[in-house]
């Protein structure tokens, strides 16, 4: 049978929500921010109101999704092997204590997925671990390895860096590039006199945050942070639809705003990067 292509094997997959945590190198913190992450995940969506939930649940579905919305959260811990290929789930397995994924499972995670497998069988595995979440409920999946993450292109790429360049894998590299979030570890830690070695990917990237194991503040502006990235990708995604020839009317950028339940303003400064032209704003929205 035929492997799908990366690029149709994704369209496939994204049917929950995913945030990628990448590193910079073995051993630096991934399941660490995993584990804290969905920790803080599961605070938030418990500490939601009934009022605020049902708020949620009567309005209009759009193309923004919030993280207070995602209310049951999947994991999916890669790793790479030389040979062979499996998909684990076996309790006996992934519980266990001294596993990454035991940690992930007693951080909350509601259904956790073990993946092994050489890179060039990812385009196998990958898209039944996310199906395979997606189906038992999961509203939102944490996906932890740098090549499954270089394959699915999730939502929301976190990568964890290092102080120095050139503890930087050649490999890991290229996640750099598609990093949304980058967090730099020790360097807050240390004391604002730490100069780490920055680079035209850690300056691109819309979040720097310093120091592992975050504290409930840094998470807090982690989640704050991932709510402005989805917010702006789901704009930038609206406006190259509903624009032509690099110009929108008002009418439509306004509509825009009003179904992401964001301002006009919003639409406004994203179009102005994005070099499209709001034209025949009567009202000053814009």
Known sequence: ????????????????????????HSNIGKTT??????????????????NELKEKETAPVTHHASLITL????????????????????PAVVGRGDKDTGRLLAAGAGAVLWVQSPSERLGE??????????????????????????????????????????RIKASAQRLLHLADVVIIPGAHDEGP???????????????????????????????DCMEKIMKKKSIT???????????ISCT?????????????????ETADELKIKIKNCELGCF
Not at 237 to 247: I, M, N, Y
Not at 253 to 266: F, K, M, N, Q, T
């Open 125 to 166: 595995v990958l898209p039944l671990a996310l199906d395979r979440l997606s189906s038992s409920g999961c509203d939102g999946i944490l996906v932890e390895g740098n090549s499954a993450i270089e394959f699915l292109k999730p939502d929301i790429v976190i990568f964890i860096s290092s102080v120095s360049k050139n």
């Open 33 to 50: 921010l995993a584990a804290a992450l969905l920790r803080y995940l599961n605070r938030n969506a418990l500490s939601v109101t009934r």
């Open 252 to 268: 439509l950028a306004r509509a825009i705003a009003e179904e992401l339940g964001v301002s006009p303003r919003d639409v406004g």
């Open 193 to 223: 006199e730490v100069r780490y070695e920055r680079s035209p990917e850690h300056e691109r990237a819309a979040c720097r945050l310093y120091g592992l194991p975050l504290d409930e503040k840094t998470l807090r502006e982690l989640a």
């Open 237 to 247: 995604e609206l406006l190259h639809e509903k624009s032509a020839d690099g110009r």
């Open 1 to 24: 049978m035929a492997e799908a292509s990366p690029s149709s094997s994704v369209r496939q997959m994204k049917r929950s929500f995913t945030i990628g945590i990448a590193g910079a």
């Open 71 to 90: 209310r049951r959260w999947g994991a999916v811990k890669f790793t790479k092997t030389s040979l062979y290929t499996s998909l684990t789930d076996d």
